[in-house]
């Protein structure tokens, strides 16, 4: 029998193991502060005592790695990368997500609540293993491999190629994988979306890739996402953790969410307003 386990990146980059529905190990954050965690959460200072309290919460209000996940959940923020592409699923200008669910590992989500549900309240997926009820309200058929709920975005990547779709929008985390990604030879009616989450801490190479080959970032607390927005005058929103658009398609997908909400549109003045911004950047 599989023992249930699942290992998360979450606040300030620590390291979470999650058992049986407990937090049993959480390690040192790398950074002491983030905005979007004081604003929700009353977080003044990332510790690893209220990391464990904040992952508890989430697995007491919506089951996350448990069998009482909830895989339909409102937005949780404006401008997230969960709700950007919720809102251009809805408008049409994507097919499916690529992306990775506690229970579940790597799935495809081509429904607008799902596609919030699973990426909105979430940290990165270190590993994790299957859970049955989870698996099922996702739609089996709609999982890499229900068996070992394995994380595998080019598989990934390829499942949904071989399903037909066309617009196909990836959820990564700062690897080499972008780079293979925008490299793959491709149908000409096929169209990939690459979003990038969770970079702080991530190598200046990596970043660089995300430029170059991405089409929206999340500033997190990445000190390289911030120099390389800058440099690239890319267009973003917010000045506290930007959303970052690194390319012409990514700033269509950014605005339109922008436009769905009622905000104001994307902009790329510089420098940015860096008074109230994680700490330290990585």
């Known amino acids: 029998m599989i023992k249930d ?20 190990k959480v390690e040192q954050p790398e950074i002491d502060y983030c905005p979007i965690f004081n604003k ?4 003044e200072k990332i510790t690893p005592e209220a990391i464990k309290k904040n992952i508890q919460y989430r697995i007491d209000d919506f089951g996350m790695c448990t069998p009482q996940r909830k895989v339909r959940l409102d937005d949780m923020l404006s401008v997230g990368i969960s709700e950007i592409l919720k809102t251009n699923k809805e408008l049409g200008n994507i097919d499916v ?30 590993s994790t293993t299957p859970i049955p009820e ?8 709609n999982v890499l491999d229900p068996k070992t709920a394995s994380l595998d975005p080019i598989a990934g990547l390829k499942m949904a190629l071989d399903k ?8 990564i985390l700062p690897s080499p994988l972008i780079k293979q990604i925008r490299e793959m030879n491709l149908p000409d009616d096929v169209t990939i979306y690459i979003l990038v989450a969770h970079t702080t801490s991530a190598t200046e190479d990596e970043i660089k890739d995300v430029f170059e080959y991405a089409d929206i970032v999340s500033g997190c607390a990445s000190e390289y996402v911030r120099k390389y927005a ?20 990514g700033h269509k997908l950014l605005d339109d969410r922008l436009r769905k909400t009622g905000k104001d549109l994307s902009i790329n003045v510089y420098p940015q307003n860096d008074e109230d911004i994680p700490n330290p950047l990585l």
């Open 5 to 24: 386990k699942h290992v998360i990146e979450a606040i300030g980059r620590a390291k979470v193991t999650i058992e049986n529905g407990k937090v049993t």
């Open 40 to 43: 929700y959460h009353k977080m």
């Open 97 to 126: 997500v690529v992306g990775a669910c506690d229970g579940v590992g790597t799935l495809l989500m081509d429904d607008p609540e799902i596609i919030q549900g699973v990426g909105g309240r979430v940290s990165a997926l270190v």
């Open 134 to 141: 989870v698996i099922e309200n996702v739609g089996i058929e």
């Open 164 to 171: 037909g779709y066309k617009k196909i929008a990836i959820t």
């Open 230 to 249: 800058q440099k690239n005058k890319a267009y973003y929103y917010g000045d506290k953790v930007s959303m970052y658009a690194t390319s012409e398609a």
